[in-house]
């Protein structure tokens, strides 16, 4: 496997310091005795633990017939059968174990203990216990609850390829087709994915026409669209399987960052890839690596900022240093499902680990805390005029600046939508508010709901974050309509929050005169599909 030094593309020639684990040349070679981790073996009980796991299954087994001694055949006893029933089971796991065997061992998932290996996560990230896991989760009802969600999930996915199907002509005329059952999904959903490149989509209604499926669905239409399943030769299965993790490890109760943020996030970085400046330019590894790190640059996020994190000695910041903890852990993340899925399995090493690290790079940017430094750097692009976007290592710049912008566009949406997304970070910050009181931390600033309002914190948030972005980002589109569009919501927006401030009332109960102005020049009416 070749060596990773950092967050280093040979295409790119990007760096971020301190993000992956490196192998320097001057390193000995590991022990042609102790295995390629250059550590002495790990034994328990006169068992080595440096087996793969089917070597390791297979040692305890004979170990444990050695030990036991015991009759065999008709003469074992109760106990002996349960224990070969668990035999069984284990034979099972070790058949599946065998199947991903090849490449689980290419991944070299370890610690951060160990070095020359990018670290790869799953999960993880909650700052305190899940009360639920102290619940008996093999209750029969949990059992039949999850089974149901799951049946949704994949019936809603074979929905979408019969709809696909359907889309491009290729009508089964088998008479024993079941048409009836997908409909609806025809009639509702598929329609909105025809739509998909507007800015009025509505993420909410799609995702309740999806039950509740919207990141896998709109990934998969977004890579049909693009071709990208051709022409990474991507295993349809795989690319399920990814998807699904990644939908599954955002986490539902969050008000704010969930599976419904990031296929938000996803259908905005579309738009943004349709851009005519952009689009043009663009390579099919710069859509694939837009899309995927728009669809995961929030996975297992824990509904707490970072410096919640920090102050609770979280063990996620401990790993990553207090230096873009979450997002670290996102791509980390991203990583070990790419990994465990084997999405990218059949591409050369070199070139699966490039995409990798390029996917670490766009999800990075996200960190708000950097903020200043690529809003100056993009800034000063501008004012010299010397992007070229022929240039690998600018378009990839001006992914991470489109990522950035998908991520925080909720205040450049029709109102109706924009209200619903900042209620919903709202109401996550005072939920960490409450946390924070109850354990007699210090309140977090916008996380105290008696002294920050929803209006009040959209405002700041506008002004300081949102707008100086968008602002550059209007310059580099030259205008285009969408940036018009955006920019046009965007003060409408925000001049109705600072009413709603002034007049200390909450959205619903107001009605404002500017719901019935007009709509800026260019900026597009509510209700008005623009490309």
Not at 362 to 373: C, G, H, M, V, Y
């Amino acid at each position: 496997m070749p060596v990773l030094e950092g967050l280093w593309s040979p295409d790119l020639g990007l760096r971020d310091p301190g993000l992956g684990v490196g192998v320097r040349p001057d390193e000995a070679p590991p022990s042609p005795v102790w295995g390629p981790l250059g550590t002495p073996p790990v034994t328990c009980g006169g068992l080595s633990l440096a087996l793969e796991l089917p070597a390791l299954i297979r040692q305890l087994r004979a170990a444990w017939r050695a030990r036991r001694g015991g009759p065999r055949g008709p003469e074992r006893s109760q106990a002996g059968t349960w224990v070969e029933g668990g035999v069984a089971e284990v034979e099972e796991v070790e058949q599946d174990t065998e199947d991903r065997r090849a490449h689980l061992a290419a991944d070299c998932r370890l610690s951060a203990g160990h070095a020359g290996v990018l670290l790869a996560e799953r999960r993880g990230s909650y700052p305190l216990i899940d009360l639920r896991i102290l619940n008996t989760s093999a209750q029969q009802g949990e059992v039949e609850s999850g089974t149901r969600r799951k049946v949704k999930r994949l019936l809603s996915f074979q929905r979408y390829c019969h709809a696909s199907r359907l889309l491009r002509g290729l009508v089964p005329h088998t008479p024993g087709s079941l048409h009836l059952l997908d409909d609806d999904y025809l009639g509702q959903a598929a329609h909105m994915l025809s739509k998909v490149g507007t800015w009025n989509f509505d993420i909410f209604l799609f995702d309740r026409l999806t039950n509740g499926n919207s990141l896998v669905t709109l990934m998969c239409h977004l890579f049909n669209v693009y071709g990208l399943i051709h022409h990474f030769q991507l295993d349809m299965v795989k690319l399920h399987r990814f998807l699904g993790m990644v939908q599954e490890d955002y986490h539902s109760h969050n008000p704010y960052h969930n599976a419904v943020h990031a296929a938000d996030v996803t259908q905005a970085m579309y738009c943004y890839l349709k851009e005519p400046k952009l689009a043009e330019q663009l390579s099919p590894l710069d859509v694939f690596l837009g899309l995927m790190a728009a669809a995961a640059h929030d996975v297992d996020h824990p509904g707490v900022n970072q410096p919640f994190l920090i102050k609770t000695r979280h063990h996620l910041a401990s790993l990553y240093q207090n230096t873009s903890v979450l997002e670290s852990h996102h791509w980390r993340s991203t990583v070990g499902m790419l990994r465990e899925s084997g999405l990218l399995s059949h591409l050369p090493a070199d070139m699966s680990q490039d995409m990798e690290q390029q996917l670490g790079s766009l999800i990075l940017a996200t960190d708000i805390s950097r903020q200043n430094e690529f809003l100056s750097t993009f800034r000063e692009h501008l004012d010299n005029q010397d992007l070229d976007l022929q240039h690998a290592p600018h378009r990839h710049f001006i992914l991470q600046i489109a990522l950035k912008c998908a991520d925080v566009c909720n205040p450049c949406r029709v109102w109706e939508l924009s209200r619903q997304w900042s209620e919903r970070v709202c109401e996550e910050f005072y939920r960490q508010g409450d946390l924070e009181r109850k354990f007699d931390l210090e309140i977090s600033p916008l996380c105290n709901q008696q002294a920050d309002s929803v209006p009040a914190i959209q405002i700041g948030f506008i002004s300081y974050i949102v707008e100086p972005l968008f602002e550059e980002w209007h310059r580099f589109t030259e205008p285009s309509l969408l940036s018009q569009t955006m920019m046009g919501h965007l003060h409408k927006n925000q001049a109705r929050w600072s009413r709603l401030r002034h007049a200390h009332a909450p959205p619903d109960a107001q009605t404002h005169p500017l719901a019935e102005e007009p709509e800026p020049e260019g900026g597009g009416g509510e209700g008005e599909d623009i490309p």
